[in-house]
């Protein structure tokens, strides 16, 4: 076992946790677009006027939102075998996600004023028209900036994806670590990775949050 | 399927064990987190600038490097770099309760600067002492504020948990999963697992409700006995400041 920190390992380290960090991004995007909708989806079906609708959608949700996302990913691994597990891992992070995104359009659609459903129902629109053309547009533009701080916390998040055999940077760190014994080097740059990706972001969000006024 | 709950009943020891391995890394990890998010919440409305630039720094970085390389950083690397060797249980203690206890300090500040300015100014105008304002009257105030966002952030500990069957803790999930390889139910094994967790995720969310009751009560704010059944909100814990 070797004391003290290794520089050459970094650099042999570093390629192999970028093609990593590749993996991750794409991860975390597709699973940011799949939560997006899918928590919009959520969030209409939760105001449909049936509670045969309501009731099941909300408990639903608060079951996926209360278990751990870990052993969920590996159960539907182990359950959808024969998927690439990379998109397991996206359709599951984007479930898990979607149950805490459809609270931000919640919060969004409560935010638009009544005045406007009810102006909706004065021109007798349809239900359709009333939420595509009236509603989410209004709502959706102030989700924005919660929405990225989801997808910020998911791109933390994407390491569980390792333990699904996903090749992310995670997988790499760790599978470079056991064959050559240098856990130190390669766990310290994958965690310095995610620092210097995640912290610019969310102040960027901060900045965003600010301008429209939260 | 009953192939796996005889097995289940076979293994109920080991379960047991992995379910109270579970609830001490839960428990032990949000006391920890707890003291943490208070030590640097009040760092960070502290008006020397080293303090508050210490706690920014190890928020920043504790929020932003991923609990998972934390974890697993404390588990293999510390250890090559150290000469430590942590127990798995202690790796995921530390490792909870550095990362929640970052974003717990923002829950803290948040709270506190949402108590009303005139509650200060009054303290200051009583000429109380820095310490006695703070426990008497901001605290007792901020407190009942921070505790549906604690009860968020307690609840995504709980979820973390697992991660310790990744660094060979003989917690529940370990406990599951090996049960799962014997019968090769797998999924009435994950879903078991998962309802177990369900089942305490909804407990402590009743029992954070008490406590958030018996504090508005200090405040003599009453709150009906409904309010005890009331679910999280998920967006609680995102006003204050961090990403989830």
Known sequence: MNQG?????VGEALPLLLDGFKITLLATVLGTLVAAVLGLVIAVAGRAPSRLVTVP?????????STPLLVQLVGAAAVFSTVEPLYVGIVVLGI??????????????DGVPKGQWEACRALSMSSRRTWQAVILPQAVRNVLPALGNYAISMFKETPFLAVITVQ???????DYGTKH???????????????????????LMRKLEKRLGH | ???????????????RSGLWVTLEATVLGALMALLLSFVLGLMSISRLL????????????????????????LYYAMPTLTGYDLSPLLCGVLAFGLNYGAYGAEVVRGAINSVPRAQYEATVALNMTPLHRMRKVILPQAWVQMIPSFTNLLIQLLKCTPLLWLISAADLMTAVEKLRSRTGETLTAYLTLLVCYFVMAYALTLLMNLLER????RLGLETGGRSLLKSRSAVTAQTAGGAR
């Open chain 1, 96 to 109: 898990h996600y979607a149950t805490y995104t459809s609270e931000v359009y919640r919060a969004g659609i």
């Open chain 1, 57 to 65: 959608v909300r408990v639903v949700m608060e079951f996926i939102r």
């Open chain 2, 214 to 217: 018996s504090a508005k009560r």
């Open chain 2, 50 to 73: 080293l303090s508050r630039g210490v706690s920014r720094v190890v928020v920043e970085f504790f929020r932003g490097t991923s609990l998972y390389v934390q974890l697993f950083w």
């Open chain 1, 5 to 9: 920190f290794d520089w050459g390992a």
């Open chain 2, 1 to 15: 399927m009953s192939d796996f709950f005889s097995a289940f009943m076979d293994d109920l020891p080991q379960l």
């Open chain 1, 181 to 203: 014994f240098e856990y130190t080097e390669a766990f310290t740059l994958a965690g310095l990775i995610f620092l210097v990706a995640s912290y610019p972001t969310s102040l």
């Open chain 1, 168 to 174: 992310e940077m995670v997988f790499q760190a760790r």
